[in-house]
């Protein structure tokens, strides 16, 4: 029994690890995906505690014992999740090529790619969330954290080097107070939207709104490193 009380499967037996093992890679991997995708959903909305892995398995359309199979358990399947949605925003980052850029444009590229992605992916503030609910409980014990986010801050920090030797930013910016910025300003206007519309009364989620927030955010950051 796991630690919401429901019962985990017994071992397969012989006949269920034939099954299991004849199943194609592609559909294998099809399957994961799902339910990866499906307990993102369910601990997202539901928060860890009251997500339930008959809910996930149902979402996910799979059969309950595929999900233990894949993953373990329920806590196993939290990290999995919380891995994923990590490793998927350092993905988009990398794929900026920073490196190739001027200073400012590199910058630029950056808040942009961040605000963004919080925007495509509201879910991402929403798990973020519930892990901090949790005093990161479960993020301490990925080790493939740190070393997702030290590639980043070295990255940021030789964009604000090139910057300072060319003379356009300040030489005393901290490369992960500065991300910690960059990331606050995409992450506090998705993750507030609603609330921010009603008492600004004005719907924040529209498209001419979003633009000037992401053009604000830009304006904010390079203010700051271009000031002297």
Known sequence: MDNDGEIIPAEPTETRRAEI???RPRD?????????KAARDEFCEQGFNGARVDAIAERAKANKRMLYHYYG????LYSAVLLDAYQEIRRGERELSLGEYAPVDAMDRL????FRHFLANPWFPRLLAVENL???RFLKQIKDIPALHSPLV??????VQRGVSSGVFRKDVDPMQL??????????????????SVIFERDLGQFALIQEREAHAVRMVLDYLCTR
């Open 21 to 23: 093992g004849s199943i």
């Open 28 to 36: 294998a991997e099809r399957t994961k995906a799902a339910i990866l």
């Open 73 to 76: 358990n329920k806590e196993a």
């Open 111 to 114: 808040v942009r790619f961040t």
């Open 134 to 136: 949790q005093n990161a």
């Open 154 to 159: 070295s990255e940021i920090r030789a964009i």
């Open 179 to 196: 991300y910690i910025s960059v990331a606050s300003l995409g992450y506090f206007y998705v993750s507030n939207m609603k609330t921010l």
